[in-house]
């Protein structure tokens, strides 16, 4: 079985996995947690072997008892020393942009547009500032592709989890697999991307300016909080923080889109009040118990001196 995110990099590298392994039974948690809870830890222990991509699960160590546990992966973790293999640039000392470029190391993969999806996915603009550019752009020349297409074909395989549709997350690894065509002229996907397009330009314009920050409290059933809390940090160029009620939890974002504080700290706070909470250097997400969303945004702005 395997496991991935559900994002754009998440599809990618199942796609990446399922050509240098074969087919495998195709699993994404339950989208919003970055953790099994117990139906779908239920799920995943039932079979021999479980591939975790693009995800750092804190029940990996868990599943070890019922499976053969493999791990690639590109967020900040610990060993998990059960695990058959672990492979993980962080554990040494290195941070890649994505878990497509973690396999495309590791199995020797010839870098191609699900490569360059990944890197897009998780790093947005950003990804002309790193050194892994150069594969997007080899991957653009070979293949005879813009950055445009790679663009919106991220923004088409991401329309289905802040659709909150699992099942098409999974659909969305063979279109991956199939080609960039099938992704691009996918209908089901483009009316996805306009639907929640209009969702996040309407939350985003709803952003206060606050002066060193920008923030938003919102109200929406959708997967969007992440794109809003990108768009308004991007678009303003400023740090961004917004809280989003839903009916079971709240959910929390803070970005800063220049590097200027690391989030490290902000996730600890987080783990502290027993939070599920992560994120990479720039960003961070927290999910919390339904109405507790105002009250850290205030603990939040407190450690910040803001
Ligand atoms: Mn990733």
């Not at 996995?17 to 994404?28: A, P, R, S, V």
């Not at 947005?124 to 653009?140: F, L, Q, T």
Request: aromatic share 10%.
């Amino acid at each position: 079985m395997i496991v991935h995110h559900w994002d754009t990099d998440g599809i990618s590298s199942a796609a990446i996995y399922i050509k240098m392994h074969g087919e495998d039974e195709l699993f994404t948690p339950k989208i919003g947690n970055f953790y099994l809870d117990r139906e779908d830890f239920n799920t995943v222990k039932k079979a021999d072997k479980v591939v975790i991509l693009d995800m750092n699960l804190p029940d990996a160590s868990k599943v070890c008892k019922y499976a053969d546990v493999y791990i690639y992966d590109h967020h900040r973790a610990k060993k998990v020393e059960c695990a058959k293999e672990h492979y993980n640039p962080y554990l040494m000392g290195m941070m890649y942009p994505s878990c497509t470029t973690v396999l495309m190391e590791r199995f020797s993969y010839e870098p191609d547009y699900l490569v360059a999806l990944g890197i897009i996915g998780d790093k947005g603009p950003g990804a002309k500032k790193i050194e892994e550019w150069k594969i997007v752009e080899k991957v653009m020349k070979d293949e005879n592709l813009n950055e445009d297409e790679l663009q919106l074909a991220v923004e088409l395989l991401d329309s289905s989890f802040k659709m909150n549709n699992r099942e098409e997350v999974k659909e969305n690894v063979h279109l991956a697999l199939n080609g960039m065509e099938d992704i691009l002229e996918n209908e089901k996907l483009h009316r996805n991307l306009e639907y929640i397009s209009k969702e996040i330009e309407k939350w985003s314009n709803r952003a206060e300016d606050m002066g060193k920050y920008a923030f938003l409290e919102m109200q929406s059933p959708y997967m969007i909080i992440s794109s809003v809390t990108r768009r308004i940090a991007w678009g303003r160029k400023k740090p961004a923080i917004v809280v989003n009620h839903k009916d079971d939890r709240d959910e929390f974002y803070i970005r800063f889109p220049n590097n200027e504080h690391s989030v490290l700290p902000l996730i600890e706070i987080a783990k502290n009040k027993s939070y599920n909470a992560g994120g990479k250097d720039e960003v961070m997400g927290a999910i919390l118990p339904p109405g507790k969303g105002r009250d850290f945004a205030k603990e939040i702005l407190e450690v910040l001196g803001w």
